[in-house]
């Protein structure tokens, strides 16, 4: 476990996978992904969750799952490393708040400092990158907040509700992160009341 | 088949698998992928087909083989990550054989294959990454009109250096089309 100000970082278990089906077919699926809408049945996320335990199995690294708890205990979403190359030492960083009522509140924010302080300090990395739609200007505002730069936007990329957004990716190198206590300092952020 | 000047993109089969041994552990894997040194034996390159040929998850792509007009396997050109939602594919490119290395056989093979991808395919955008150490794709990408779009920093390990990787894009209406670009770029049998 990673503890956090807002959050701590679990292993992403039983607690999380029962919330997924609600959280995949909610607006935080839209953000989540980039701008895909998704109608799935409980048996497609059943399916979804066996293969990403099997992907997580791969001798190469595949991917680590967190999930994401507020200090109360009430599981929020996910966050997690893909793509992981052990050969560059570097990964993506995806994640989802699937509770609404916590966006905007520095939980998300958190929660990225904690797995950026994990990547560089645990395995090592050398470069983080992360990528969302033009249209995420959430998104955009945290990873800016946390030291991502903005390194390419891939034009036109995406169809979402009608209309062609771009692609923009993120990137942070180890040698440009002052550390999760120097970013928490900057940020002002603090413990706060759970809605 | 698409017929080029040329080359011809074929479906990719055994007369490319043949020479894959060969190919993988030349200098091409080098420049194709992100910088691997690939060291492979023969028995991996096969494990390799058979899950191509047998993959886990539908393919979402298309492999072609490059020949020469004399029917010469030089290649490996793909359409990759299709998306049909967004209309959007990565194209990825290997000319296996450094002897046809800058003489334009690279060139009329992504002419053909960025063609396939507009009008047959009905894609909107194409993308390819390269590493920033990769001057004669950076080269080909102005050539034939491909946008800079974005450039990541150190995003590469190859031969002890940290190379970025730079990532080109194409919008369909900025696409002058086949027949114009060949004429442009004074393209020719030879």
Redesign the interface.
Known sequence: MFEGLLVDLVPYGNAFQQQEHRWLNNESAFWGT?G?RLIVSRAAVERWQTERQDDGARPDGGSIWFGIRSKAGVPLGDIELGYISP????SMIGVGIGEPEYWGGGYGTDALLLIMEYAFNWLDH??L?LHTMGTNVRMQRAATKVGF?E?????????ADGQ?TDDV?Y?L?RQDWPGREALVERLGLHPRQEP | MLEGLLVDLVPYGQAHQARDHAWWNNESSFWASMGEREIVSRAAVERRHREWVEPDQPRTGVAFGVQTKDGTPIGYFGVNFLSYHHRVANLGANISEPGYWGSGYGTDALLLIVDYAFNWLDMRRVWLGTMSLNTRVLRQMEKVGFVLEGRHRRMTLADGQWYDEVIFGLLREEWPGREAMIERLGLRAR
């Open positions: 980039a895909d050969h560059h030492r570097m050398h470069r990158w730069h390194e390419a936007r891939r034009r036109r990329f995406w169809l062609w990716i990137g190198l």
